[in-house]
């Protein structure tokens, strides 16, 4: 298995992190083995889900490849239809370049209705435009005189460069799947499967969602597995990750001390850390990430979300959890 972070990129207004301290963090963390660090993606304040917002991806990644050595940059994930996909093309085969080849592109159909609303998308739209979306992104990355004919983008004999380092394009994340909608997004969502089959029929890598239970990821994967059949993929190509955020308690340590780091970004409460994140001492959440590998029957990355920038937390995760969740899978 291979490590990552997503990074808590918070906007905290003059408590934002600095790009020195990030720069730091993340250099401490590609010493400690971890080979990506991620980035959220919100364009506003997100209640109940989030209590803060995010800085903006692509400009933060882009000073961040600068900073850094080796580690890749990704999102985890962005919020792909609420973008223009020309404009995105060129941004994203930028930030790969310049990077040098370092970016992953992890994506998601996005929630948040007034997102969609101030950048003039139809929130019932987003799942259609943005298969659309994805099909222009790898052929304007791949291809030159490209002509696309969809329901919401058209382009004619459209050449974008530059192109991604990475060939034919960075990878491919995609996040989605059943998870407790009501509670955390105060929205219901009765069909999952057209979320799943565009997993099956675009993505690299799934990414679940970190509050799903062990059984919604059971159901979510075989479902997967048999789509991407239908598409004439093999489901041994679809490699997976797990994601969540953590903060991991000292021996004894009482769990309500985590509240003031939760509570910076998270609208939810102690009780729904505890059940649906890694909130607790280090055999516990070790336990917690290896069940839900084992869900997976295995997976490629295992990223992490620390809620706070100290680097204790990153000792203990690299040098005491992730050990012991390679002994328990």
Not at 36 to 51: E, G, N, Q, R, V
Not at 62 to 80: D, F, K, Y
Not at 114 to 131: D, S, T
């Amino acid at each position: 298995m291979r490590y990552g972070l997503r990074i808590p990129s918070y906007a905290l207004g003059p408590e934002t992190a600095t790009l020195q301290e990030m720069g730091a963090y993340l250099r401490k963390a590609e010493g400690l083995g971890f080979e990506a660090a991620f980035s959220i993606d919100h364009l506003l304040l997100t209640p109940p889900a989030y209590a803060c917002t995010w800085l903006e991806p692509l400009s933060m990644l882009s000073a961040l490849s600068g900073v850094t050595r080796t580690i890749q940059l990704g999102t985890l994930v962005l919020v792909l239809p609420i973008r223009n996909p020309a404009y995105f093309a060129k941004e994203w085969a930028t930030l790969d370049l310049l990077s040098g080849g370092r970016s992953i592109l992890g994506i998601g159909v996005g929630w948040h209705e007034k997102e969609f609303e101030l950048m003039g998308v139809p929130h019932n739209e987003r799942g259609r435009r943005m298969n659309e979306m994805l099909e222009l992104l790898t052929a304007l990355w791949t291809e030159d005189n490209v002509t696309y004919e969809g329901k919401y983008y058209q382009v004619k004999d459209l050449t974008i460069d530059p192109k991604p380092a990475q060939q034919p394009h960075p990878p491919i994340w995609m996040g989605g799947g059943s998870m407790t909608f009501e509670k955390k997004y105060g929205q219901k969502v009765t069909n999952i499967e057209p979320v799943l089959k565009r997993i099956a029929k675009y993505a690299e890598t799934w990414v679940p969602h970190a509050p799903a239970s062990l059984d919604m990821i059971n159901h979510d994967w075989e479902k997967i597995q048999a789509f991407m059949g239908d598409f004439g993929r093999d489901p041994g190509d679809m490699s997976t990750v797990y994601n969540n955020w953590i903060y991991v308690l000292k021996p004894g340590e009482n769990p309500e001390n985590a509240v003031e780091h939760f509570s910076v970004y998270s609208g939810m409460d102690l009780p729904y850390w505890q059940e649906y994140y890694l909130c607790g001492e280090v055999e516990q959440v070790a336990e917690k990430i290896a069940g839900r590998v084992r869900a997976l029957g295995g997976c490629e990355w295992i990223a992490l979300n620390p809620v706070t920038w100290k680097e204790e937390q990153l000792d203990i995760i690299a040098n005491e959890v992730l050990p012991l969740v390679e002994e328990e899978v």
